[in-house]
Nanobody, 128 residues
Framework: EETLVESGGGLVQAGGSLRLSCTAS??????????MGWFRQAPGKEREGVSC????????HYAESVKDRFTISRDNVNNTLYLQMTSLKPEDTAIYYC???????????????????WGQGTQVTVSS
C-alpha cells in the first residue's frame, strides 16, 4: 500500500525556519516514477498548492506566496521529499500535506486534482 508520511511541522516564530520531510513507501516501481508536491490548508480556507517537483528534481514550481522563501527538493535514493521553509509568516500557518502522482514528465502541477496519493499532513503554526 502506498504511504506518504510527513514530519517536521511545529510551532515557530515569524521569521523562523522549518524543514518538512515526507517519506514514501509501498509505491509501485521506484519513487522517481512519481512527481511530488506540497499542499497546505489553513482553517476555513481551500487547499492550496505550495510547491511541486518533477520525478528527477530538475523542474520545480512554487506558489507566488512562497516563492523565494520555500525550497522543495527530493532524495530519490531515500524516497524522501523535503520542503525547506524560511522567513515564515503567520499566514503560512496551515496543515501541510505531501502528495505524489505517477509521472515522468518534464514539469509538475500545483493542482491537487492531479495528485493520486496523499499523506495525513503535519501542522505548521507561525506565531507573530
Amino acid at each position: 500500500e502506498e504511504t506518504l508520511v510527513e514530519s517536521g511541522g511545529g510551532l515557530v516564530q515569524a521569521g523562523g525556519s522549518l524543514r518538512l520531510s515526507c517519506t514514501a513507501s509501498g509505491f509501485v516501481g521506484d519513487v522517481d516514477d512519481y512527481a511530488m508536491g506540497w499542499f497546505r490548508q489553513a482553517p476555513g480556507k481551500e487547499r492550496e498548492g505550495v510547491s511541486c517537483i518533477n520525478w528527477s528534481g530538475a523542474s520545480t514550481h512554487y506558489a507566488e506566496s512562497v516563492k523565494d522563501r520555500f525550497t522543495i527538493s527530493r532524495d530519490n535514493v531515500n524516497n524522501t521529499l523535503y520542503l525547506q521553509m524560511t522567513s515564515l509568516k503567520p499566514e503560512d500557518t496551515a496543515i501541510y500535506y505531501c502528495a505524489a502522482t505517477p509521472s515522468n514528465g518534464v514539469s509538475c502541477s500545483l493542482d491537487g486534482v492531479d495528485f493520486d496519493y496523499w499523506g495525513q499532513g503535519t501542522q505548521v503554526t507561525v506565531s507573530s
